[in-house]
């Protein structure tokens, strides 16, 4: 049986997106691909859509949203417009903390630097820096404890 114009099987959005075929089943079993449909044989037709949500979906993921938030997420998306206000909330709040992620990470980074000019300076003249590479001025804002992050545990068995 022919399949509608414009629907992909697996193997051709495993193509498109750069992600293998079991990736992109085990978000559909996460319950992260809304909208899979399957032809008469029982085989997965993925629509345009799905190339783009295959990489906010990643994304998300990549700024650190939990799959619970990811799964919210897609059963707002099913349920339509009148979950407008509950998704931008979602965002809105996740942006906050990617925010606070990433001025935790200009600290570290302004830590690393400040490692790399010490032994940089230790490789090239030979002596070991009189000014060691925790003698710096502490930060203005003090990272947040681990207990202040989201749990991940959950997220850690996703594949890569």
Do not use: C, N
């Not at 996460?30 to 994304?59: I, K, N, T």
């Not at 990470?105 to 830590?111: E, M, Q």
């Amino acid at each position: 049986m022919p399949r509608k114009p414009g629907t992909l099987k697996i193997g051709e959005l495993s193509r498109r997106t750069l992600r293998s075929v079991h990736t992109i089943r085990w978000y559909e079993a996460q319950g992260l691909m809304p909208g899979v449909q399957r032809d008469s044989a029982g085989r997965r037709l993925y629509q345009e859509e799905h190339v783009a949500w295959l990489d906010l979906m990643e994304r998300l993921r990549l700024t650190g949203m939990t799959i619970s938030e990811m799964r919210r997420y897609a059963t707002l998306v099913k349920q339509g417009k009148a979950t407008i206000a509950d998704r931008h909330a979602l965002f809105a709040a996740h942006r906050e903390r990617v925010l606070a992620t990433i001025e935790d990470w200009k600290i570290g980074l302004a830590l690393l630097d400040r490692k790399l000019d010490y032994y940089g300076e230790w490789l090239s003249t030979g002596r070991r820096p009189t000014v060691g590479p925790y003698e710096v001025t502490p930060p203005a804002r003090r990272p947040r404890t681990l207990a202040a992050r989201p749990a991940r545990t959950a997220a850690r068995s996703r594949p890569r």
